[in-house]
């Protein structure tokens, strides 16, 4: 699949924080969310060491994804001693950026911000929040890329072994929204009955496209038995 390298962009994020703060938070929507639990968080971890920082649990805070959360947590967040925060959303950032403002906060004077998603939101803030680029059109590019590929047969053919018993296909893809459409799962069809393959797809994100509908590999004839859908 295609992705964001969400570890390297927040030690990157912490890099930069680092440079004039000694204390910085890590501030996220629920840990149980891989992104935010194990890649994220690995990246901040990663950007204080690199910076000989020490990683203090004090340091981190989990919230929901939403403004009020934001808001909620300046005082406490200030009451750590953090004097910059990474964030991993940008409601949550706008939130924390108006909760520092009420507790007699100037950003980024007193208390630096980097948010994660560059979405409208950062622009909206005042001052503007300062926020990760996704570079989601090369994202896109390379996504159709590979499914030119696979619509050809050309990669999945060359990957399968003997010993090849299940494909796993995660699309629609998240963050690019990009889809496989029919006639690209009809040539997956074609390869997984020759070979005798069970496939599990991963269509958690079949409302979040755009423009093209979601459809399903498991609607196509000979694959209902075959498909294990998530």
Known sequence: SVNIDYKAAVEDSVTQLAKNNEKVAFVSGPLIDDING?????????????????????????????????F????RVLNSGATAAYVGEDELA??????????????????????????????????????????????????????????NKEELEEKITDKTKVLLISFPNNPTGAIMEKEDLEAIREVVTAHDIFVITDEIYAELTYGKKHASIAALPDMYERCVVL
């Open 38 to 70: 194990k890649l994220r968080l690995a990246g901040y971890k990663a950007g204080l060491e690199k910076n000989n920082l020490r990683y203090n649990e004090g340091l981190v805070f989990e919230a929901k994804y939403s403004y009020k959360d934001g």
């Open 72 to 75: 909620d947590l300046a005082q």
């Open 94 to 151: 706008a939130g924390l950026l108006n909760g520092l403002f009420a507790a007699g906060k100037s950003v980024p004077e007193d208390f630096e911000i980097i948010t994660s998603n560059d979405s409208p939101i950062t622009s909206y803030t005042r001052p503007n929040l300062s926020s990760i680029n996704h570079p989601l059109y090369d994202l896109g590019a390379v996504s159709m890329r590979m499914l030119t590929k696979i619509m």
